[in-house]
């Protein structure tokens, strides 16, 4: 009689380990299309959501952190050889119903909605029909005071650029706060627009009175309160914006709103990825690129700086849904280029900093085009190590 042996523990918990895996990929596949879509330049720049995307941008995030936090459970329970198994069940099943900070998207969604109600209670005190000024001033008080919100110009914690963290804990970046503003006045019928200034984002309502926005009242004009100190910081090119200047400032689109969320996102989680090389840029290769220089011919896959893992293939993942955005801007694909040399995927970054040289000025086209010739050897030389480890004969 044949008896089929009965799977081990350690074969069920790698069966549920690979589906498991597989369905995170599929959540990563489906967070990334669903941004893609929302920004879609097939559709209209005012149909897009801001907070949706960045809601998109904030799952497929979350996602891959909660893989890599899966993947080291299952990992330390292999080493210590446990038979307790990972849970079968999740309590969603798609990237709209995934948790985050406790609550799905829709449920964000609703917390926007849940803040522009809390205005138009502010408001039912005062007159009816209330002017503009008066709008605003609710805003900022629901905003500032009932809910605690903080602007922070100098940002250490990623938490602070993304949309889910900020409306929970109230401490966000300069550019979510802005996202904020603009979402709750959407559902006030008050159009609020931005324009990038120097390092500031700036924004205010569209209104043919733009000096009443710049009166000042108890200290603080109203343009002040929205954007922050930096317009009374004379170092800021913010400061130098009054009512006649106001009118000149080109109008940031919602793609551009997004980018700009995104360039922050990736810079953080650069300066995160790279914290224990102090000085390291993502162009630093770029600068000894230079053929009669020794150092630089004798670089190998060893000399690549170690970063943190998991922050640069976030910085990776940010970069990647700005090239959606702006396909065409060189700088971009080179920056992300350099992040996948650093990622040791040397084989994309060949091919997205070729792609750079075609829109690259020629002085830049002229290093890059060094520095590829670089890439290539070192993707051979990769290539060489990984046939050298399969033909190794294991003795047992």
């Known amino acids: 009689m044949s008896i ?10 790698e069966t549920r380990w690979s589906s498991r895996a597989k369905f995170y990929k599929e959540v990563l596949k489906d967070a990334r299309e669903k941004f893609t879509q929302e920004i879609s330049f097939q559709s209209k720049d005012k ?18 952190m909660d893989f890599n936090r899966e993947m080291d459970s ?18 969603w099943k798609c990237v709209e119903a995934m948790p985050l900070a406790g609550k799905n998207m829709s449920e964000w969604m609703a917390e ?60 966000c970046s300069a550019i979510l706060l802005s996202v904020i503003y ?78 700009i969320a995104l ?22 290769p770029l600068r000894s690129v230079d053929k009669s220089d020794e150092k630089f011919k004798k670089t190998d896959a060893s000399t690549v700086p170690l970063l943190r893992p998991q922050d640069l293939r976030l910085a990776i993942m940010a970069s990647q849904r700005l090239l959606i955005l702006q396909p065409h801007n060189w700088a971009l694909r080179r920056d992300h280029g350099m992040m996948l040399y650093y990622s040791r995927e040397y084989e994309e970054a060949v091919q997205e900093l070729s792609i750079c040289m075609v829109f690259a000025p020629e002085e830049e086209a002229e290093v890059l085009e060094a520095f590829v010739e670089k890439l290539h050897l070192l993707r051979l030389e990769s290539s060489w190590k990984n046939l050298e480890r399969k033909g190794r004969l294991t003795v047992t």
Not at 136 to 142: G, K, Q, R, T
Not at 190 to 207: A, D, K, M, Y
């Open 112 to 171: 926007l909605d849940s803040i522009a109600r809390e205005v138009e209670a502010e408001l039912v005190p005062r007159d009816i029909g209330c002017h503009l000024v008066e709008v605003l001033d609710a805003v900022n008080v629901v905003l500032f005071k009932s809910r605690g919100f903080k602007r922070s110009s100098v940002i250490v914690d990623s938490k602070c650029s993304y949309l889910h963290s900020v409306l929970s804990s109230g401490y």
């Open 47 to 64: 149909d897009i959501s801001l907070a949706k995307a960045l809601l998109y941008v904030a799952s497929e995030d979350e996602a891959f």
């Open 4 to 13: 089929s042996p009965l799977p081990s523990s350690a074969a069920l918990a």
């Open 182 to 259: 603009i979402e709750v006045c959407r559902r006030l019928n008050l159009t609020i627009v931005g324009s990038r200034i120097g390092e500031e984002f700036l924004i205010w309502p569209q209104t043919g009175n733009p000096e009443e926005l710049f009166k000042v009242t108890s200290g603080h004009s109203l343009f002040g309160i929205v954007n922050g100190k930096c317009v009374y910081d004379p170092r800021s090119m913010a400061s130098d914006i009054n009512s006649n200047s106001l009118s000149e400032l080109e109008i940031a689109t919602n793609r551009d709103i997004i980018g």
């Open 263 to 284: 360039a922050n996102l990736m810079r953080i989680h650069w300066k995160r990825a790279s914290r224990a090389n102090h000085g390291l840029m993502l162009t630093s």
């Open 74 to 91: 299952y990992s330390l329970q292999n080493e210590r050889r446990s038979t307790s198994l990972p849970s079968d069940t999740l309590d």
